[in-house]
């Protein structure tokens, strides 16, 4: 059974980190593409920063240079560093796991964690 347990989210000033973690387990973790989504009030859910299997890294413009994800593949994780926060960054965050095959096509979520950035 696949699972994705977020954490380290929180409230934070504007121009505060947070850094946020999710574990994986129930899945050959090295082999999948993880990503961080967020859903803002009010908003639908969109891609905050995407690592593939083999490392490679996207980000949406609106947290470039301010977000950085990386994985630990030893230990299941894949983290969201998060620097000069804005209020618009506001949201309920979510950890995906994203799996293709020429026949087999896997897609799982985290329940979320909720970071709040407000003065």
């Known amino acids: 059974q696949v699972q994705l347990v977020e954490s380290g989210g929180g409230s934070v000033q504007p121009g505060g980190s947070l850094r946020l973690s999710c574990a994986a387990s129930?899945?050959?973790?090295?082999?999948?593409?993880m990503g961080w989504y967020r859903q803002g009030p009010g908003k639908q859910r969109e891609v905050v920063a995407s690592i593939t299997s083999g490392g490679s890294i996207k980000y949406a413009v609106s947290v470039l240079g301010r977000f950085t994800i990386s994985r630990d593949n030893a230990k299941n994780l894949v983290y969201l560093q998060m620097n000069n926060l804005k209020p618009e960054d506001t949201a309920v965050y979510y950890c995906n796991a994203h799996l293709m095959t020429w026949n087999l096509e896997r897609n799982s979520w985290g329940q979320g964690t909720q970071v709040t950035v407000s003065s």
């Open positions: 129930g899945i050959a973790f090295s082999g999948y593409d």
